[in-house]
């Protein structure tokens, strides 16, 4: 397992953005598949964007054309931009990895062997 540490969590109005960072305790944003998940209050955990090795990146309907997934592999950091931010946004984000692929990378929980802490972000509306 890798140690992640997220950033970059807040609490903004409806409307604002943020930008969360992911770093890695080990070089892995350039082979493995890394992804966003979140979990809202009295909610499951789900995922929200996840990017492959190749830069393709894939979004749950609910965050597209709002948020951005990339990653900077010289620097071994992930990040998820938040435009437009919408109270059902609220949510503790987590980033993961999966170290079995780097490619079709699933959106499933179970497929994500580590786990960062996780950032909160709360929008008001």
């Known amino acids: 397992q890798v140690s992640l540490v997220e950033s970059g969590g807040g609490s903004v109005q409806a409307g604002g953005s943020l930008r969360l960072s992911c770093a890695p305790s080990?070089?892995?944003?350039?082979?493995?598949?890394m992804a966003w998940f979140r979990q809202g209050p009295g909610k499951e955990r789900e995922g929200v964007a996840t990017?492959?090795?190749?830069?393709?990146?894939n979004y749950a309907t609910s965050v597209k054309g709002r948020f951005t997934i990339s990653k900077d592999n010289a620097n071994n950091t992930l990040y998820l931009q938040m435009n437009n931010l919408k109270p059902e946004d609220t949510a503790m984000y987590y980033c993961?990895?999966?170290?079995?692929?780097?490619?079709?990378?699933?959106?499933?929980?179970?497929?994500?062997?580590?786990w960062g802490q996780g950032t909160q972000v709360t929008v008001s509306s």
């Open positions: 990017i492959s090795i190749y830069g393709n990146a």
């Open positions: 080990r070089y892995i944003v350039r082979s493995y598949c």
């Open positions: 993961a990895a999966n170290s079995r692929t780097g490619l079709n990378c699933p959106q499933i929980v179970a497929e994500y062997d580590s």
